[in-house]
Protein backbone atom coordinates (compact mmCIF):
# COMPACT_ATOMS: atom_id res chain seq x y z
CA UNK A 1 0.00 0.00 0.00
CA UNK A 2 1.16 3.64 -0.28
CA UNK A 3 0.86 6.96 1.33
CA UNK A 4 -2.12 7.85 0.08
CA UNK A 5 -3.63 4.43 0.70
CA UNK A 6 -2.32 5.08 4.48
CA UNK A 7 -3.62 8.70 4.47
CA UNK A 8 -7.21 7.08 3.90
CA UNK A 9 -6.90 4.03 6.22
CA UNK A 10 -4.65 5.78 8.67
CA UNK A 11 -5.61 2.82 11.36
CA UNK A 12 -3.98 0.24 9.60
CA UNK A 13 -0.37 -1.31 11.11
CA UNK A 14 1.69 -0.72 8.05
CA UNK A 15 0.29 3.63 8.73
CA UNK A 16 1.89 2.99 11.88
CA UNK A 17 5.17 1.43 10.29
CA UNK A 18 5.20 4.63 7.88
CA UNK A 19 4.59 7.38 10.01
CA UNK A 20 7.72 5.18 12.57
CA UNK A 21 10.16 5.47 8.93
CA UNK A 22 9.36 8.98 8.62
CA UNK A 23 11.10 9.64 12.23
CA UNK A 24 8.24 11.76 13.30
CA UNK A 25 8.24 11.68 17.03
CA UNK A 26 5.46 12.05 19.81
CA UNK A 27 7.24 15.03 20.98
CA UNK A 28 7.84 16.64 17.45
CA UNK A 29 4.05 15.79 16.51
CA UNK A 30 2.54 17.26 19.76
CA UNK A 31 4.30 20.49 20.27
CA UNK A 32 6.20 21.38 16.92
CA UNK A 33 5.36 24.17 14.93
CA UNK A 34 6.27 21.65 11.29
CA UNK A 35 3.05 19.91 12.95
CA UNK A 36 0.99 22.55 13.45
CA UNK A 37 -1.49 21.55 10.75
CA UNK A 38 -1.43 17.79 11.64
CA UNK A 39 -2.87 18.81 15.31
CA UNK A 40 -5.15 20.81 13.84
CA UNK A 41 -6.44 18.03 11.69
CA UNK A 42 -6.48 15.81 14.21
CA UNK A 43 -8.62 17.87 16.29
CA UNK A 44 -11.15 18.77 13.39
CA UNK A 45 -11.25 14.76 12.67
CA UNK A 46 -12.80 14.38 16.49
CA UNK A 47 -15.02 17.30 15.98
CA UNK A 48 -16.77 16.25 12.18
CA UNK A 49 -16.93 12.76 14.32
CA UNK A 50 -18.63 14.43 17.37
CA UNK A 51 -20.90 16.88 15.14
CA UNK A 52 -21.82 14.79 11.80
CA UNK A 53 -20.80 11.57 12.52
CA UNK A 54 -18.19 10.80 9.55
CA UNK A 55 -14.80 12.76 9.05
CA UNK A 56 -15.02 15.27 6.32
CA UNK A 57 -12.43 14.38 3.00
CA UNK A 58 -9.74 17.07 2.88
CA UNK A 59 -7.80 17.63 0.14
CA UNK A 60 -4.72 14.98 -0.49
CA UNK A 61 -2.79 16.19 -3.27
CA UNK A 62 0.59 16.32 -2.27
CA UNK A 63 2.80 14.24 -0.17
CA UNK A 64 2.55 17.15 2.74
CA UNK A 65 -1.28 16.74 2.21
CA UNK A 66 -1.20 12.91 2.63
CA UNK A 67 1.21 12.91 6.26
CA UNK A 68 -0.94 15.87 7.79
CA UNK A 69 -3.86 13.13 7.33
CA UNK A 70 -1.95 9.90 8.53
CA UNK A 71 -0.58 12.15 11.53
CA UNK A 72 -3.94 13.82 12.36
CA UNK A 73 -5.23 10.45 13.35
CA UNK A 74 -2.85 9.53 16.80
CA UNK A 75 -3.34 13.12 17.82
CA UNK A 76 -7.21 12.60 17.26
CA UNK A 77 -7.11 9.78 19.12
CA UNK A 78 -5.24 11.47 21.75
CA UNK A 79 -7.64 14.18 21.84
CA UNK A 80 -10.15 11.44 22.55
CA UNK A 81 -8.22 9.66 25.16
CA UNK A 82 -7.69 13.25 26.86
CA UNK A 83 -11.55 14.20 26.78
CA UNK A 84 -12.40 10.54 28.35
CA UNK A 85 -16.05 10.52 27.61
CA UNK A 86 -17.57 7.41 26.77
CA UNK A 87 -20.08 9.09 24.26
CA UNK A 88 -17.39 11.04 22.26
CA UNK A 89 -15.35 7.90 22.42
CA UNK A 90 -18.46 5.68 20.33
CA UNK A 91 -18.69 8.55 18.29
CA UNK A 92 -15.64 8.94 17.57
CA UNK A 93 -15.40 5.07 16.83
CA UNK A 94 -18.00 4.70 14.72
CA UNK A 95 -17.41 8.10 12.41
CA UNK A 96 -13.81 6.49 11.73
CA UNK A 97 -15.88 3.36 10.76
CA UNK A 98 -18.35 4.70 9.23
CA UNK A 99 -15.75 6.75 7.01
CA UNK A 100 -13.92 3.84 6.02
CA UNK A 101 -16.92 2.28 4.87
CA UNK A 102 -17.60 5.01 2.75
CA UNK A 103 -13.63 4.93 1.10
CA UNK A 104 -14.34 1.38 0.70
CA UNK A 105 -17.68 1.65 -1.50
CA UNK A 106 -15.14 3.25 -4.29
CA UNK A 107 -11.60 0.74 -3.83
CA UNK A 108 -10.95 -1.98 -5.71
CA UNK A 109 -11.09 -5.75 -4.16
CA UNK A 110 -7.58 -5.86 -3.49
CA UNK A 111 -7.68 -2.69 -1.17
CA UNK A 112 -10.55 -3.81 0.42
CA UNK A 113 -9.29 -7.51 1.36
CA UNK A 114 -5.78 -5.68 2.26
CA UNK A 115 -7.94 -3.96 4.99
CA UNK A 116 -9.92 -6.88 6.03
CA UNK A 117 -5.98 -8.61 6.33
CA UNK A 118 -5.06 -5.60 8.80
CA UNK A 119 -7.91 -5.62 10.76
CA UNK A 120 -7.37 -9.37 11.35
CA UNK A 121 -10.22 -10.46 9.92
CA UNK A 122 -9.77 -13.78 8.01
CA UNK A 123 -10.59 -13.00 4.20
CA UNK A 124 -9.80 -13.58 0.98
CA UNK A 125 -11.03 -13.23 -3.09
CA UNK A 126 -13.01 -15.99 -4.89
CA UNK A 127 -13.31 -14.29 -8.52
CA UNK A 128 -14.62 -11.00 -8.34
CA UNK A 129 -16.25 -11.31 -4.28
CA UNK A 130 -14.95 -11.50 -1.39
CA UNK A 131 -15.41 -14.52 1.04
CA UNK A 132 -15.07 -13.87 4.87
CA UNK A 133 -14.55 -16.82 7.41
CA UNK A 134 -17.90 -17.28 9.28
CA UNK A 135 -16.30 -17.13 12.64
CA UNK A 136 -15.27 -13.26 12.01
CA UNK A 137 -18.65 -13.28 10.22
CA UNK A 138 -20.75 -14.10 13.19
CA UNK A 139 -18.61 -11.70 15.54
CA UNK A 140 -19.34 -8.82 13.99
CA UNK A 141 -22.66 -9.29 12.32
CA UNK A 142 -24.17 -10.36 16.02
CA UNK A 143 -25.52 -6.98 16.74
CA UNK A 144 -27.09 -5.87 13.62
CA UNK A 145 -30.37 -6.86 13.39
CA UNK A 146 -31.63 -6.84 10.27
CA UNK A 147 -32.47 -10.97 9.08
CA UNK A 148 -30.36 -10.16 5.96
CA UNK A 149 -27.16 -10.56 8.26
CA UNK A 150 -28.38 -14.13 9.76
CA UNK A 151 -25.85 -16.68 8.62
CA UNK A 152 -28.97 -18.89 7.54
CA UNK A 153 -29.35 -16.36 4.97
CA UNK A 154 -25.60 -16.21 3.21
CA UNK A 155 -24.14 -19.23 1.22
CA UNK A 156 -21.49 -20.62 3.33
CA UNK A 157 -18.79 -22.86 1.58
CA UNK A 158 -15.81 -24.24 2.79
CA UNK A 159 -16.35 -22.35 6.30
CA UNK A 160 -16.48 -19.17 4.06
CA UNK A 161 -19.36 -16.29 3.08
CA UNK A 162 -19.50 -14.82 0.16
CA UNK A 163 -20.40 -11.19 0.00
CA UNK A 164 -20.52 -8.48 -2.44
CA UNK A 165 -18.05 -5.43 -1.66
CA UNK A 166 -20.77 -3.35 -0.08
CA UNK A 167 -21.78 -5.74 2.78
CA UNK A 168 -18.19 -6.85 2.97
CA UNK A 169 -17.47 -3.70 3.71
CA UNK A 170 -19.98 -3.11 6.63
CA UNK A 171 -19.22 -5.83 8.54
CA UNK A 172 -15.67 -4.24 8.17
CA UNK A 173 -16.84 -1.28 9.42
CA UNK A 174 -18.17 -2.79 12.61
CA UNK A 175 -14.70 -4.88 13.07
CA UNK A 176 -13.19 -1.40 13.08
CA UNK A 177 -16.18 0.01 15.22
CA UNK A 178 -15.62 -2.60 18.09
CA UNK A 179 -11.58 -2.37 17.85
CA UNK A 180 -11.29 1.15 18.49
CA UNK A 181 -13.92 1.13 20.79
CA UNK A 182 -11.57 -1.89 22.82
CA UNK A 183 -8.10 0.14 22.25
CA UNK A 184 -9.65 3.72 23.98
CA UNK A 185 -9.02 5.74 25.85
CA UNK A 186 -5.40 5.43 25.18
CA UNK A 187 -3.56 5.60 28.80
CA UNK A 188 -2.04 9.14 28.13
CA UNK A 189 -0.25 11.09 30.72
CA UNK A 190 -0.13 14.67 31.86
CA UNK A 191 3.35 15.23 30.01
CA UNK A 192 1.20 14.18 26.49
CA UNK A 193 -1.93 16.05 27.56
CA UNK A 194 -0.03 19.26 28.51
CA UNK A 195 0.38 20.90 25.41
CA UNK A 196 -3.14 20.09 24.11
CA UNK A 197 -4.59 21.17 27.31
CA UNK A 198 -6.90 24.44 25.40
CA UNK A 199 -7.92 21.99 22.67
CA UNK A 200 -9.11 19.57 24.82
CA UNK A 201 -11.00 21.67 26.85
CA UNK A 202 -12.76 22.96 23.81
CA UNK A 203 -13.30 19.78 22.93
CA UNK A 204 -14.60 18.47 26.56
CA UNK A 205 -17.18 21.86 25.99
CA UNK A 206 -18.38 20.33 22.74
CA UNK A 207 -18.90 16.93 23.93
CA UNK A 208 -20.81 18.17 26.62
CA UNK A 209 -23.44 20.38 24.33
CA UNK A 210 -23.94 17.31 21.84
CA UNK A 211 -24.39 14.85 24.80
CA UNK A 212 -27.35 17.27 26.14
CA UNK A 213 -28.47 16.78 22.32
CA UNK A 214 -28.71 13.89 22.05
CA UNK A 215 -30.27 13.15 25.26
CA UNK A 216 -33.07 10.98 25.30
CA UNK A 217 -34.23 10.48 29.27
CA UNK A 218 -36.49 13.89 28.38
CA UNK A 219 -38.00 14.56 25.09
CA UNK A 220 -39.33 17.98 26.60
CA UNK A 221 -42.56 17.54 28.08
CA UNK A 222 -42.66 13.25 27.19
CA UNK A 223 -40.66 11.53 30.13
CA UNK A 224 -39.60 8.17 28.90
CA UNK A 225 -40.17 7.19 32.43
CA UNK A 226 -43.59 6.56 31.43
CA UNK A 227 -42.75 4.60 28.41
CA UNK A 228 -43.60 1.04 27.74
CA UNK A 229 -40.62 -1.26 28.56
CA UNK A 230 -40.37 -2.46 24.58
CA UNK A 231 -39.81 1.27 23.72
CA UNK A 232 -37.18 1.98 26.50
CA UNK A 233 -35.76 -0.52 24.74
CA UNK A 234 -35.32 0.00 21.56
CA UNK A 235 -34.19 3.99 22.38
CA UNK A 236 -31.67 2.54 24.27
CA UNK A 237 -30.14 0.58 21.48
CA UNK A 238 -30.48 3.22 19.32
CA UNK A 239 -28.66 5.88 21.90
CA UNK A 240 -25.94 3.26 22.14
CA UNK A 241 -25.73 3.27 18.14
CA UNK A 242 -26.93 -0.04 17.86
CA UNK A 243 -28.91 -0.54 15.03
CA UNK A 244 -32.79 -1.27 15.21
CA UNK A 245 -34.22 -4.02 12.76
CA UNK A 246 -37.36 -2.39 10.59
CA UNK A 247 -40.23 -3.49 12.15
CA UNK A 248 -38.70 -2.02 16.27
CA UNK A 249 -37.70 1.26 13.87
CA UNK A 250 -40.83 1.68 12.31
CA UNK A 251 -42.53 0.91 15.71
CA UNK A 252 -40.41 3.20 17.77
CA UNK A 253 -41.19 5.57 14.91
CA UNK A 254 -44.60 5.62 14.91
CA UNK A 255 -44.80 5.34 18.72
CA UNK A 256 -42.45 8.84 19.43
CA UNK A 257 -45.00 10.32 16.46
CA UNK A 258 -48.04 9.42 18.09
CA UNK A 259 -47.28 10.97 21.79
CA UNK A 260 -46.42 14.61 20.06
CA UNK A 261 -42.38 13.87 19.42
CA UNK A 262 -41.53 16.19 16.09
CA UNK A 263 -40.08 14.89 13.41
CA UNK A 264 -36.60 16.31 14.03
CA UNK A 265 -36.76 15.22 17.66
CA UNK A 266 -37.27 11.67 16.46
CA UNK A 267 -34.26 12.02 14.01
CA UNK A 268 -31.69 13.28 16.61
CA UNK A 269 -32.30 9.98 18.53
CA UNK A 270 -30.95 7.92 15.70
CA UNK A 271 -28.17 9.90 14.82
CA UNK A 272 -25.92 8.19 16.61
CA UNK A 273 -27.04 4.61 14.87
CA UNK A 274 -24.16 3.11 13.17
CA UNK A 275 -25.98 2.93 9.74
CA UNK A 276 -27.84 7.05 10.31
CA UNK A 277 -28.17 8.43 7.23
CA UNK A 278 -30.08 11.68 7.42
CA UNK A 279 -31.60 12.05 4.41
CA UNK A 280 -32.58 8.41 4.04
CA UNK A 281 -33.90 8.21 8.21
CA UNK A 282 -35.81 11.77 7.05
CA UNK A 283 -37.65 9.94 4.30
CA UNK A 284 -38.65 6.82 6.89
CA UNK A 285 -39.65 8.91 9.32
CA UNK A 286 -41.63 11.21 6.87
CA UNK A 287 -43.23 8.24 5.53
CA UNK A 288 -44.41 7.28 8.48
CA UNK A 289 -45.56 10.08 10.32
CA UNK A 290 -47.87 10.26 7.17
CA UNK A 291 -45.86 13.36 6.13
CA UNK A 292 -45.11 12.57 2.28
CA UNK A 293 -47.15 9.07 2.43
CA UNK A 294 -50.83 10.90 3.26
CA UNK A 295 -50.75 7.97 5.70
CA UNK A 296 -50.34 8.46 9.31
CA UNK A 297 -49.25 4.74 10.50
CA UNK A 298 -50.28 3.64 14.18
CA UNK A 299 -47.57 1.66 16.19
CA UNK A 300 -48.06 -2.06 16.30
CA UNK A 301 -50.39 -3.74 18.72
CA UNK A 302 -48.72 -5.91 21.45
CA UNK A 303 -49.41 -9.20 19.64
CA UNK A 304 -47.69 -7.97 16.78
CA UNK A 305 -45.04 -6.85 18.57
CA UNK A 306 -44.76 -10.22 20.19
CA UNK A 307 -44.56 -11.97 16.84
CA UNK A 308 -42.16 -10.28 15.81
CA UNK A 309 -39.94 -10.36 18.70
CA UNK A 310 -40.20 -6.64 19.70
CA UNK A 311 -42.31 -7.48 23.31
CA UNK A 312 -39.00 -6.78 24.94
CA UNK A 313 -39.00 -7.47 29.11
CA UNK A 314 -42.48 -6.77 29.75
CA UNK A 315 -43.31 -5.98 32.73
CA UNK A 316 -46.20 -6.21 35.79
CA UNK A 317 -48.43 -3.49 34.26
CA UNK A 318 -48.00 -5.29 30.61
CA UNK A 319 -48.93 -8.57 32.37
CA UNK A 320 -51.56 -7.09 34.67
CA UNK A 321 -54.51 -9.13 33.19
CA UNK A 322 -56.87 -6.28 35.25
CA UNK A 323 -55.12 -3.67 33.22
CA UNK A 324 -55.86 -4.82 29.80
CA UNK A 325 -52.58 -3.38 27.92
CA UNK A 326 -52.84 -4.53 24.66
CA UNK A 327 -50.82 -1.79 22.97
CA UNK A 328 -48.10 -0.07 24.01
CA UNK A 329 -49.88 3.55 23.49
CA UNK A 330 -52.43 1.90 26.28
CA UNK A 331 -49.85 1.74 28.45
CA UNK A 332 -48.38 4.95 28.27
CA UNK A 333 -51.90 6.29 28.84
CA UNK A 334 -52.08 4.03 32.03
CA UNK A 335 -49.09 5.52 33.18
CA UNK A 336 -49.84 9.26 32.45
CA UNK A 337 -53.08 8.91 33.83
CA UNK A 338 -54.14 11.61 36.57
CA UNK A 339 -53.79 9.88 39.90
CA UNK A 340 -56.72 9.73 41.81
CA UNK A 341 -57.33 11.78 44.88
CA UNK A 342 -57.31 10.49 48.25
CA UNK A 343 -61.18 10.39 49.49
CA UNK A 344 -62.25 13.36 50.88
CA UNK A 345 -58.40 15.08 49.63
CA UNK A 346 -57.25 18.00 46.91
CA UNK A 347 -56.78 16.57 43.77
CA UNK A 348 -53.30 15.65 43.08
CA UNK A 349 -52.85 14.96 39.17
CA UNK A 350 -49.49 13.71 37.19
CA UNK A 351 -49.21 16.25 34.45
CA UNK A 352 -50.23 15.33 30.92
CA UNK A 353 -47.09 15.71 28.22
CA UNK A 354 -48.39 18.36 26.01
CA UNK A 355 -48.19 16.38 22.82
CA UNK A 356 -49.71 13.43 24.32
CA UNK A 357 -53.12 12.61 22.00
S1 LIG B 1 -46.68 -6.02 26.35
FE1 LIG B 1 -46.92 -4.45 24.82
S2 LIG B 1 -46.34 -2.57 25.82
FE2 LIG B 1 -45.56 -4.22 27.08
S3 LIG B 1 -43.45 -4.54 26.37
FE3 LIG B 1 -44.75 -5.93 25.22
S4 LIG B 1 -45.28 -4.84 23.35
FE4 LIG B 1 -44.50 -3.32 24.80
Not at 168 to 186: G, I
Request: aromatic fraction near 8%.
Amino acid sequence: MDPLSFAKFPFLRDAVEYVKDQGVTLEDLLTHQAYQLARARGKARVIDALEHGVIQLRPMATEGDRLEEILSYPVARIFVSGVNERFLTKRYALAEAVTMYERLEREELDVVEEVAYQLDVAASRHDESLRMHFSDYLRYTSRLRSKDWKLVNTEVKGGYVSLPQLRFARVLQQALQDKLESELPLPVDEAILQPLQSDIRELKERTAIMREQYKAEDFGAVSVDNFPPCMKHFIGMAQAGENLPHSARFALVSFLHHIGLSSDEILNLFAVSPDFDASKTRYQIDHITGESSGVEYTPPECTTMKSYGNCVEPDSLCNNPKTKVKHPLTYYRIKNRPMKAPKGGPSSRSSVPSGQR
